[in-house]
């Protein structure tokens, strides 16, 4: 009863389950294929608006769950108006900290378009007012008015010098007196024989002028200070006049912007304070303008608008290398003269700022592994505002100055995409991150399969087609496809969900079906991209079958040992999966009741398989020493393995060997058996059981199937089983044998051929009991006469 039928190792969809004959008649899937759940986490996520309502979504990223997710959020993002947009501009009070305006739509855009046109046409007014004949004979007036009161002050002077008999001279160190004689400045022997009294009025005539000449000079200073102001007030005057017009119709332009409107007010205000800049050729200014300070003066003018105006609808931004800087924003500098000079026009946006009043996506992982960037993420979000500052700066490592943006006020919704045990230890350790994200979108792996979701799944294959512009398939296709996803879902009445393997199959058929020139794809193309793709990742598995089959590696496919069975060992290799055969052998004599796992002792054994191990010693213990000592001690052994394993899969096998060791039966070595058991000796399920089977019907088919050969699973793993042909075929003409075994009385008379097998082995146990009183009586008595 517990062999089972060809029709119970697999689960068929022939073409006439499914009402189309073709996928060109279905219509394609618009929403992800049994994710629910998780867009239902999705849309309560962009549903409220109040903070800590971001998404983790959680799943294999096979799923699908990027692309699902970016469309889900897409289609709701395209009905929500799109955010205003944000640029950097000069703060003309204090250029280190620029200024950040919010304009809606493209309003942006068209000021930064405005501005530069303004500046092309100041450009072109500063200069022609400047350059006028009126502007001309205004500064000629000034120049003469203050000429006029220098040439009268000195005039005076003179005309008193010379009424003394004093001359005024000018020499290269300025100027100075000397006495004269009819407009002759007298030689110095002359001057020597003056008498003495002309000669002392001539020093104190001398010094008086020279006080009055100071106070001249005192006056020039103040005169000149006076001039520099007239001009600078014509200056203003003037290029008020050009300036006042071009700037009036941007006011007005903007008048809706208070803000916008107090910068540009600021603008002119710094055009008219420094007209000289557009007055010189451009290319002049700006050669002035960079060897004193760095930069081009002009830029001042500008606007750093930081995101274009892009698609209608709120922005949905992806950022596939989540930096610091690419989250933020940085601000660039450019070498000048040996120095790094910056200005607001080199800040530039981050994510952050692409994102703001939309959604960011972002891979957890990768966000985690860049410095800085989870927790500059986390602040962003708390303090619901975008700060560009480099990690230098905030951690204080570097001095340099910078510039210091204004903050950017910020309203985004954070999508994170990462695993279940990211997620958990995030939940754990970072107290913020509950308070952050507060919803989960949890993917499926898989959909359950039944008359209603078939239909749909086979929509799926024809959209992951379709999308990959790959030729259509037949409905004997599409079911084998869907047999491959029960497969890889480890369930019969299941069908994965990880889309993107289906998609690969899906491709490799095409491949197999543009080989044979067909314009559909048929099972047959989809088994043989199954074969292709089994026969490219078999080289280890080929190899380990070659040592075993040329005896290499000892593994029995005939007859019959006691204490020795066949337990099957499943290897991965990437995302390949394997299982190769694995002799296990055990040895009983007499003892204290002691389990000794030799892979523990030398610490190749992981913990699942030493719990495995003890769960069956208890087994022992309770079934057979529950009213007498057990005089038992055994080894077990996993023979030529030289690494670690891990796993309970192997319990029923281990409790097999030892029974067949203590009663001296034979077990049958053309089985293997995989299957875990509990303290009650019941059988329990395991993984991969598709693996393990083929695995060693690939060795006894090596060998020669000659209808002795077969393997004992749990009769828990039946619903798990999807074989391959080849093996369902073989169990079909009775040249192998799948059995089912609920228990391990069931696993041990199959394995023995005999029913009485508990009997031999409590009269062995017995016979022990005796055997260890004997030995230890001698012992006894001597304490005894001690006592």
Known sequence: ??????????????????????????????????????????????????????????????????????????????????????????????????????LPGDAGAQLRDDMRQLVEELRSAIPAVLESDEFRSRVEQIEAQFASLQEQAFGELVEEAQKQGIALLRTPAGFSFAPARDGEVIPP??????????????????????????????????????????????????????????????????????????????????????????????????AMQMQQEGLPPLRRYQVNLLVEDGARGAPVVSEENPTFQNLIGRVEHIARFGALMTDFELIRPGALHRANGGYLLLDARKLLMNPFAWEALKRTLLTREIRIESPGQQYGLISTVSLEPQPIPLEVKVVLFGDRMLHALLQAWDPEFVELFKVAADFEDDLDLDEASLPVYARLVAT???????????????????????????????????????????????????????????????QAALDARRERSGRIRRHLQERILEGTVLIDTAGARPGQINGLSVYSVGEVAFAQPTRITATTRIGEGNLIDIQREVALSGAIHSKGVMILSSLLASRYAARQPFALNASLAFEQTYG???????????????????????????????????????VQAIGAVNEKIEGFFDICSARGLDGSHGVLIP????????????????????????HAVAHADQALALLTGRDDLDALVRARLADLGKLRQKLLAPAQRNRHGRA
């Open 464 to 526: 992951l087609a379709r999308d990959a512009k790959l030729p259509p398939l037949d409905a004997d296709a599409v079911g084998r496809v869907i047999e491959d996803a029960a497969r890889s879902a480890g369930d019969r009445g299941k069908a994965t969900l990880h889309v993107h393997r289906v998609r690969d199959l899906l491709a490799e058929a095409g491949y197999q079906a543009s080989r044979g020139a067909r314009a559909r794809i048929g099972r047959a193309d989809v």
């Open 644 to 682: 670690p394993i891990d796993g309970d899969s192997a319990s029923l096998a281990e409790l097999c060997a030892i029974l067949s060791s203590l009663a001296n039966v034979p077990i049958a070595q053309g089985f293997a058996v995989t299957g875990s058991v509990d303290q009650s000796g019941n």
């Open 715 to 738: 009769a828990s793993n039946v619903r798990h089983l999807m074989l391959r042909d080849d093996v369902v075929e073989a169990v079909r003409d009775g040249r192998f044998a799948v």
């Open 189 to 286: 022997d002359e001057f020597e024989k003056l008498p003495q009294p002309e000669k002392e009025r001539i020093a104190h005539a001398i010094r008086g002028l020279q006080e009055r000449l100071e106070g001249i000079l005192r006056q020039a200073v103040g005169w000149r200070r006076a001039h520099r102001d007239e001009m600078k007030k014509l200056n203003r005057e003037v290029t008020t006049f050009a300036v006042g017009n071009l700037v009036d119709d941007l006011v007005r332009k903007y008048v809706a912007l208070p803000e916008v409107v107090a910068w540009l007010e600021e603008a002119a205000k710094d055009v008219i304070e420094n007209a000289d800049i557009f007055r010189a050729p451009a290319e002049a200014a700006q």
């Open 1 to 102: 009863m517990t062999r089972l039928s060809h029709e119970q190792l697999v689960r068929r969809w022939p073409a006439h389950a499914f009402d189309f004959e073709s996928t060109e008649a279905l219509e394609p899937l618009e929403r992800a294929l049994g994710q629910h759940r998780a867009l239902d986490a999705l849309e309560l996520a962009v549903g409220v608006g109040q903070p800590g309502f971001n998404l983790f979504v959680i799943g294999a990223p096979e799923t699908g769950r990027f692309d699902a997710t970016r469309q889900r959020v897409a289609e709701l993002a395209a009905a929500q108006p799109a955010p205003d947009r944000w640029c950097y501009v000069n703060n003309f009070h204090d250029p280190v900290r620029p200024l950040a305006l919010r």
